[in-house]
């Protein structure tokens, strides 16, 4: 069956800029995760939704940073005015039901702010 | 501070010669502990959960084993396509970001024909 998608798979923007990141996950998994990875790095978690509410937000490094999963499947991240220091690749995973279960990752966004 | 440590950071092995790779975790609860294989350019690739120590996973030329410290990857009679980062990640029973993964750097592995 078909595993998490993201698009873009490439996002290049201007510092102070506002981008969003879709990330498509497994259908039927409730729960969904975010992270960021910088080169030479393991991931690293963002935020987790269990069906429709941010379940843990606490590695969202400021509040320029947000993520919505209005309908309990999609979710989009949101970076507004970006900095140079955003720049990393962005990773979506999924899992069935709980946070114990295996998470399955997508291909990532790479995000390259200028 | 709670932090996987993998080891070594690159390895480089002849086809056919066979290894393990090091995971030492220090978290306060340990939920479930999980290595990925990731290759340039793509997402992490699920490999294994372990959730109790004394426990051992195989797939193919890969057996993951899990002690109350630390996880060891073995892979037996590499082949080239073996050659990627693996990832290693727990859950933890608490705290904040305890439902994420937390990853060590990785162990970046080459296999020489």
């Known amino acids: 069956g078909a595993g998490v998608s993201q698009t873009p798979s490439n996002k290049v923007t201007e510092k102070g800029k506002y981008v969003e990141l879709r990330c498509d996950p497994i259908?039927?998994?409730?729960?969904l995760y975010w992270y960021r990875q910088s080169l030479g790095q393991g991931p690293e978690f963002l935020i987790y939704?269990?069906?429709?509410?941010?379940?843990?937000d606490s590695g969202l490094p400021n509040d320029r940073f947000f993520a919505v999963r209005p309908e309990g499947s999609v979710s989009t991240l949101k970076i507004q005015r970006t900095e140079r220091g955003d720049s990393a690749v962005y990773l979506c995973?999924?899992?069935?039901?709980?946070?114990?279960?295996?998470?399955?990752f997508g291909p990532g966004t790479r995000l390259t702010v200028l | 501070e709670d932090q996987v440590t993998q080891s070594p950071e690159a390895l480089r092995l002849q086809e056919g010669e066979s290894s393990s790779l090091n995971c030492s975790y220090t978290?306060?609860?340990?939920?479930?502990l999980f290595w990925y294989r990731q290759d340039p350019g793509k997402g992490p690739e699920f490999l294994f959960t372990?959730?109790?120590a004394g426990e051992e996973k195989e797939k193919e030329r890969l057996k993951a084993t899990l002690t109350k410290k630390e996880s060891f990857l073995h892979i037996t009679a590499p082949k080239p396509e073996d050659s990627a980062t693996y990832l290693c990640?727990?859950?933890?029973?608490?705290?904040?970001?305890?439902?994420?993964?937390?990853f060590g750097k990785g162990t970046h592995l080459i296999i020489q024909p």
């Open positions: 995973a999924s899992s069935l039901t709980r946070s114990t279960d295996t998470q399955y």
């Open positions: 259908s039927g998994h409730t729960a």
């Open positions: 939704f269990q069906g429709t509410g941010a379940a843990d």
């Open positions: 978290v306060s609860g340990l939920r479930g």
């Open positions: 372990l959730y109790s």
């Open positions: 990640a727990v859950t933890m029973n608490s705290g904040g970001g305890a439902d994420g993964l937390t």
